[in-house]
């Protein structure tokens, strides 16, 4: 939240708090040391740049070898930079969903704002249908309603987010 305030300097002051607290959570101090890294980002600084573009291929590779846990700290450092936001943020949602951190994954979903997006590639449509179905678990049907309606817009070779979405507007659940 404060990366994209511009504030890096209270989200360092705050995860500096966190590590004293909690010294036995060593990614926290990861965590603070990428956004130390990443202080001149929003002022243009091009090796702040690089070392975004760097982090997040590190949280890539991670995510890649199933280390889902060990990406996050680093894709999220790349999500606070505009320029790798939407991409680091969909496998940051999909890292917190696969080791069960269900509500930090709907916070960050709804954060990235794809719905804005004109034409979203697969990947994207992927984690909203996904997104979609976590909503359904959670007794979100209006949330979920809209996810599939937005897929189905967007893509219409998604033959069963047509199913899901007749099946929610006619009032029955899809299981």
Partial sequence: ???RLSMQAEAIKEYRQLVSRHPEMPELRSYL?????????????????READALYEKGVRAYQEGRHKDAIGPLTAAFNTEQLRLSAGT???????????????VTIFERLEIMSTRTPDEFLLGLCYDLADVYLKENKRDRALELYTYICRANVSYRDAFQRLEALQSGDVPA
């Fill in 33 to 49: 040391e990428q956004v130390e890294q990443l202080k001149g980002v929003e002022f243009g600084d091009d090796s702040a740049t």
């Fill in 1 to 3: 939240s404060y990366a």
């Fill in 91 to 105: 496998l940051l949602v999909r890292s917190y969903l696969k080791i069960r951190e269900v509500r930090t994954a």
